[in-house]
């Protein structure tokens, strides 16, 4: 990116009659960009370029937090998660990979992960569990989520 890199704790840079070698130790996203490598000698000079990509396995920029809701209200479960390359989300109910339904819908845009409940019933309280994984590793967040019932009389006074 137009800057000159020198050798340091974090460079490594061994030259040899034939070619010329850049390692860059404990890398992060400030790596990357496009580097190039100049050669010159009394007969000439010549230049080589190279695009260079971090990957990163996911992680939670904002995990799952429990979310307490009424019988009958619509609630949604949400976290944000960053990484390279392409990050795939899934849903999880206790062990069982959910599927989007009427009830349940899933989205994932601009990083943030959304489990949409339109109607909450009881049986909708459990433990839900986010995982995000790409090509370089998986991570998960997990939280409670709690359905309430309103009181109501069972037999009404006479």
């Given at each position: 990116?137009?800057?000159?890199?020198?050798?340091?704790?974090?460079?490594?840079?061994?030259?040899?009659?034939?070619?010329?070698?850049?390692?860059?130790?404990?890398?992060?996203?400030?790596?990357?960009?496009?580097?190039?490598?100049?050669?010159?000698?009394?007969?000439?000079?010549?230049?080589?370029?190279?695009?260079?990509?971090i990957?990163?396995?996911?992680?939670?920029?904002?995990?799952?937090?429990?979310?307490?809701v009424?019988?009958?209200?619509?609630?949604?479960?949400?976290?944000?998660?960053?990484?390279?390359?392409?990050?795939?989300?899934?849903?999880?109910?206790?062990?069982?990979?959910?599927?989007?339904?009427?009830?349940?819908?899933?989205?994932?845009?601009?990083?943030?992960?959304?489990?949409?409940?339109?109607?909450?019933?009881?049986?909708?309280?459990?433990?839900?569990?986010?995982?995000?994984?790409?090509?370089?590793?998986?991570?998960?967040?997990?939280?409670?989520?709690?359905?309430?019932?309103?009181?109501?009389?069972?037999k009404?006074?006479?």
């Amino acid at each position: 990116n137009g800057r000159e890199i020198t050798q340091s704790e974090k460079r490594s840079i061994t030259t040899t009659e034939k070619s010329c070698i850049l390692e860059i130790f404990s890398n992060t996203k400030d790596d990357e960009g496009e580097y190039s490598c100049h050669i010159e000698n009394e007969f000439g000079r010549d230049a080589c370029q190279a695009l260079v990509s971090i990957l990163e396995p996911p992680y939670f920029v904002r995990p799952l937090e429990p979310v307490v809701v009424t019988v009958g209200d619509s609630a949604s479960l949400q976290c944000q998660v960053d990484g390279t390359p392409e990050i795939k989300v899934s849903w999880y109910k206790g062990d069982t990979k959910l599927r989007p339904t009427l009830a349940h819908k899933m989205y994932f845009s601009n990083n943030i992960a959304t489990l949409e409940f339109t109607q909450v019933v009881t049986n909708d309280s459990g433990t839900y569990s986010c995982k995000a994984e790409n090509s370089v590793g998986e991570v998960s967040t997990t939280a409670l989520f709690t359905v309430q019932e309103p009181p109501k009389f069972v037999k009404k006074l006479e």
